[in-house]
């Protein structure tokens, strides 16, 4: 059996909206293996974005537990946070945000310059299939590329844990597939744990297991033997 | 309330900050308007109402001695309206207890009791009782100086007989709203006092009845004034009749109207760049708040909001710039009102009503609105060209040059992003670059006066006007007397000087001022040229300050011609040989020798520069107390206090009032520019703490374009500065003043330390911003 690397118990997310409590995470228990790959689905406002952003040290809980490894995400400060977030985690977001005045290359560097053993950027993106766009600026790159520029800059670093939130909500479906399929190639290879939010339930397939999200809370845990190829997914 | 105006006030609640400090910068804008608008509004109001309610005298003319039948005569001058004779005489004045040698001029009517022109206003006590010889009136400011009121005691020395005096009142005269000693240049109302006697007092003492000595009129309104001024001179000309002069060469007028006039350019210049200022940042500042919403507009657009939106920005402006404007207005009515509070001892008018034209918060709030209401339109406009859904798309980043990224190749990603920034977005940078250089000229408008002042101190009194006292004889004397002044008690040093009054005549245009002789190799009286090297005047020719010879037109090697208002005014033709860089006053100067040859004389002398031992001062004033052809003493200590507390304290008042503002302002101008930076790049911001920078990396990569921003900001706006001021300058030239652009290195300092200050404070907040910056907030906002 390989290793919990996440953990959480009873995590509740409270927000307060003047006197009314909106309660995005209520009670979530969850366990995340190591170099899993694991699709969340459910529907809008259901808390996927919420508890993603709690996994990767973006936003802390209201109550319960949550850890990755020994780190305690929900009492750290945000010192431990931030070099949680710089040691061990890759984000990847629906709207790529690049930093438009760097190009490709420059992305990634700025996320190689503060790493421990990163890769070098070049070595990152030809992985992607970007070897022609190095010195391109986000302007000058398809909504596809960019996004895959993303992912470039998220795994630079070797990150432990892959987050993707939507990371092919605003692409169609060969594009898509193409980013699909260098997250998973990114999970092999690596064996780095990836997490990806989607409403495309087609996306499941292709993930170790896909978890559905209902109220706040994991309703159903899917559990795949055999993962499917990227390339097989259509939508 | 419809959604777009709940939107209008969460908006206004989320930039609260900014709105204040836009609305604050245009508050100073405008109150720095207002109140020096009103002040000098006020002034001049004040003054015309006083020169017409005391009727004010449109001509002046001293004599030696006429009968009173001459009056008459003078009065049936066409465009004479009346005439008023009176006697006149400059006197020594004895005061309890002040060991400074204290003149006065003593006045009383020839004929009647209480004066018809230039009718006096009594500030406390009474009127004189003309049947009691022992009462007399002293005017308020030499009162106030010399802590004297009703019931105090003065003595006086008339015609070499000292007699006693008790003050029964204190006065005001249109005369003397500034009272200026014999060849004095500025006020002094400590050392020099009007006083006001029966007729019987001077006319019993110099042998004047029945005759006068001096004669002001009134003429009819646009009456041919040079042809009453010549008739009096032809009239007077056998009575030993002194040159006639209009206001325009009555000491008191001459200074009140060069105050004025300085006040008015004041008026007229700074305030106006000030609100002009304020305007333009609110004009760029609601534009950039404005574009940072772009994608809410594009939206608003998408659901079929048209012109609602532009309405909807111009609420947000109004919600901006009225309470600013509102705020200036205040600040600057009660300001108007201090400032005219604080003149009062300086503009002695009977009353100073302050004044506000209806038209300056008009313009004021025209000039916001247009500037406010201008750029946010302008923006929302920019943005509302564009298709909706190019909108909608965070604004396309600019195509950067190839070129470009390869020479940067080598640079740290945080400098690059600095640099691209800035290099490639000309705009935003410009208008961040121009909202910060515009900050420190401010700064340097109020501060440098100060600089000013004390240049015009160093080089007047410490490089050319070297003699600790003046002495002026009563009428000019023999060579000797120059001997009996060294032996004076404390005298170190004493050397003559020739002052005669003359006409200086170029063409057709003419001046008249005082000529000084001076002698060879004088150390207490010195000429300066443009780079502060002695000039030495010739043996043949004139040297006239630089202003003076522009005035005339003169270059050097033109015939001036010379005439003396003294003695046997005798007439002359002289060379122009030079100019000299008087700051202070318009005078011509000689070479003593060449002087005395005209005049052909012997040696003659008029006054003595001497140099003191300061502890033995006081029975250096006592002694020339005690010596009857002594008329005056001038003090260089006293002069530079009068020209501190003249010009100086009304400049510095206004000065100290502009530093202020520019503060307010360049603090808002920093702040904002900042804090609208921050928000054009808070969702960069926040990607690079999620990829795990620190905040404080982050912050670094920040600040770095506002580092080199502010770098390059600084020394072009003290560039500006030292511009600016030099333009406003050109403004200022007074006949009397001229303010030399000395800009000390210090004032420099001071406005670069400011804006840097104000970035420094700006960016601590934004800093503060920075590390609370909620991530996910940021992120999902795109704010
Ligand atoms: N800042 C906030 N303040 C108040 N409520 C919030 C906030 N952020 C999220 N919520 C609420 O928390 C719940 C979960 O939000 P979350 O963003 O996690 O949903 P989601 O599953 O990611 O939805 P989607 O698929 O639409 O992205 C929602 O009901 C939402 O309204
Ligand atoms: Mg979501």
New interface residues.
């Given amino acids: 059996m390989p290793q919990i690397v996440f953990s959480s118990r009873n995590l509740n997310k409270t927000y307060r909206v003047g006197s009314v409590e909106v309660a995005a995470l209520q009670g979530l228990d969850l366990d995340i293996y190591q170099g899993e790959f694991i699709v969340i689905l459910g529907p809008s406002g259901s808390g996927k974005s919420t508890l993603l ?1 709690i996994l ?1 040290g ?2 802390s809980a209201t109550s319960g537990a949550a850890a990755w490894r020994d780190h305690n995400l929900v009492e750290a400060s ?2 431990e946070l ?2 949680y ?3 061990h ?1 890759g ?1 990847v ?1 629906q709207f790529y ?7 490709a290359r ?1 992305n990634v ?3 190689t ?3 421990e053993q990163p890769m070098r950027p070049e070595e990152a993106l030809v992985k992607l299939g970007l070897s022609e766009r190095l ?1 391109h ?4 790159l398809s909504g596809g590329e960019q996004q895959r520029v993303a992912i470039a ?1 998220a795994i630079a ?1 070797r990150p432990d844990v892959l987050l993707c939130d939507e990371p092919t909500g605003a692409l169609d479906c060969r594009t898509g597939v193409g980013v699909l399929s260098a997250l998973d190639e990114v999970n092999r290879s690596f064996g780095t744990t990836t997490v990806v939010i989607t409403h495309n339930a087609a996306i499941g397939a292709m993930a170790d297991r896909v978890m559905y999200m209902a109220d706040g809370r994991i309703a159903r845990i899917e559990s795949h033997s055999e993962r499917a190829l990227p390339e097989e997914i259509r939508w | 309330m419809k959604a777009l105006d709940r939107k209008l006030l969460r908006d206004g609640r989320r930039l609260a900050g900014q709105a204040v400090t836009i609305a604050l910068v245009l508050a100073s804008g405008v109150a720095v308007f207002i109140s020096s608008l009103s002040a000098y509004r006020s002034l001049v109001t004040s003054q015309q109402n006083y020169y017409r309610e005391s009727r004010f005298a449109d001509a002046f003319a001293s004599l030696k001695r006429a009968p009173l039948s001459v009056a008459a005569r003078i009065a049936d001058i066409p465009g004479v309206t009346q005439v008023e004779p009176r006697l006149v005489y400059d006197v020594t004045i004895g005061v309890e207890g002040v060991s400074l040698p204290v003149s006065g001029r003593m006045i009383a009517l020839a004929a009647g009791d209480e004066p018809e022109i230039d009718r006096l206003h009594i500030v406390s006590g009474r009127g004189l009782d003309h049947a009691n010889p022992a009462e007399i009136l002293v005017t308020q400011a030499f009162a106030e100086a010399n802590r004297l009121g009703p019931g105090d005691r003065i003595s006086a020395l008339l015609n070499g007989r000292r007699q006693s005096f008790r003050i029964v009142g204190t006065v005001l005269s249109p005369e003397y709203v500034f009272s200026t000693g014999p060849s004095e240049p500025l006020p002094d109302d400590k050392r020099f006092g009007v006083f006001y006697v029966s007729r019987e007092v001077l006319a019993h003492a110099f042998a004047m009845e029945g005759a006068f000595n001096d004669i002001v009129l009134i003429a009819a309104p646009g009456a041919n004034m040079p042809a009453i001024l010549s008739a009096l001179d032809l009239l007077l000309d056998r009575w030993g009749g002194r040159v006639a002069h209009d206001r325009n060469l009555q000491m008191s007028h001459r200074f009140l109207q060069d105050e004025l006039r300085q006040q008015g350019t004041m008026a007229a210049t700074i305030p106006p760049i000030f609100l002009l200022i304020s305007a333009f940042l609110l004009h760029v500042v609601m534009g950039r708040l404005v574009a940072t919403q772009r994608e809410q507009i594009a939206a608003l657009k998408a659901l079929g909001y048209d012109r609602e939106i532009t309405w909807h920005f111009a609420k947000f402006a109004a919600l901006i710039v009225l309470p600013g404007v509102g705020l200036g207005v205040a600040a600057g009515v009660v300001l108007g009102h201090v400032m005219l509070f604080s003149y009062r001892p300086f503009f002695r008018f009977p009353e100073l009503a302050y004044h506000l034209p209806v038209w300056a918060p008009v313009a004021a709030t025209a000039i916001a609105l247009f500037g406010g209401l201008g750029g946010a339109i302008g923006a929302v406009r920019s943005v509302a060209r564009l298709r909706p859904a190019e909108a909608l798309k965070p604004a396309a980043p600019p195509a950067y040059s190839a070129r470009f990224s390869r020479a940067l190749a080598p640079v740290p990603a945080r400098w690059k992003i600095a640099a691209r920034g800035a290099g490639e977005h000309p705009l935003r940078t410009g208008v961040t670059l121009l909202g910060l250089i515009v900050a420190a000229p401010l700064v340097l408008m109020g501060l440098f006066w100060t600089d000013a002042l004390d240049y015009v101190v160093d080089v007047q009194f410490a490089a050319s006007e070297r003699a600790d006292a003046v002495v002026q004889f009563v009428e000019p004397l023999p060579a000797r007397v120059v001997e009996e002044v060294r032996r004076m008690p404390g005298v170190l040093l004493a050397e003559p000087l020739r002052i005669a009054p003359v006409r200086l005549r170029a063409g057709h245009l003419e001046y008249q001022t005082s000529l000084t002789g001076l002698s060879d190799r004088m150390q207490l009286r010195r000429l300066l040229d443009d780079r502060l090297h002695v000039v030495v005047p010739p043996k043949v020719g004139l040297l006239l300050s630089r202003r003076l010879a522009e005035r005339l037109r003169l270059q050097v090697g033109d015939p001036v011609g010379l005439d003396f208002l003294e003695g046997r005014q005798k007439r002359a033709a002289v060379p122009l040989a030079g100019v000299v860089n008087d700051l202070i006053g318009l005078s011509a100067y000689m070479d003593r020798g060449a002087m005395d040859r005209l005049l052909q004389e012997d040696q003659t002398v008029s006054a003595v520069a001497v140099r003191l031992d300061a502890s033995r001062a006081d029975d250096f004033y006592a002694a020339t107390k005690k010596t009857p052809k002594i008329s005056t003493v001038s003090l260089r200590e006293r002069s530079i206090r009068n020209f501190r507390d003249s010009t100086g304290a009304v400049v510095l008042l206004l000065a100290g009032i502009y530093v202020a503002f520019s503060i307010t302002i360049a603090i808002g101008v920093v702040y904002n520019n900042l804090r609208i930076g921050f928000q054009e790049r808070s969702l960069e911001l926040a990607m690079l703490r999620v990829l795990g920078f620190t905040p404080y990396e982050a912050a670094r990569i920040f600040f770095s374009e506002i580092l080199v921003e502010v770098g390059v900001a600084i020394p072009l706006g003290l560039v500006a500065g030292y511009f600016l001021v030099r333009l406003l300058l050109l403004a200022f030239q007074t006949e009397m003043f001229e303010i030399p652009p000395a800009i000390a290195p210090r004032s420099y300092f001071w406005a670069a330390s400011l804006v840097g200050g104000a970035a420094v404070v700006s960016a601590i907040l934004i800093g503060r911003k920075l590390w609370r910056q909620d991530l996910v907030t940021a992120l999902k906002g795109r704010e």
Avoid at chain 1, 97 to 103: A, E, F, Q, R, W
């Fill in positions: 952003n990767g973006l936003d945000d010192e931030t070099r977030r710089r040691e985690v984000f977001f945000n690049l930093i438009p005045s760097l190009t420059e560097e700025l996320v310059d503060i790493a010195d600026f986000p302007s000058q800059r670093k």
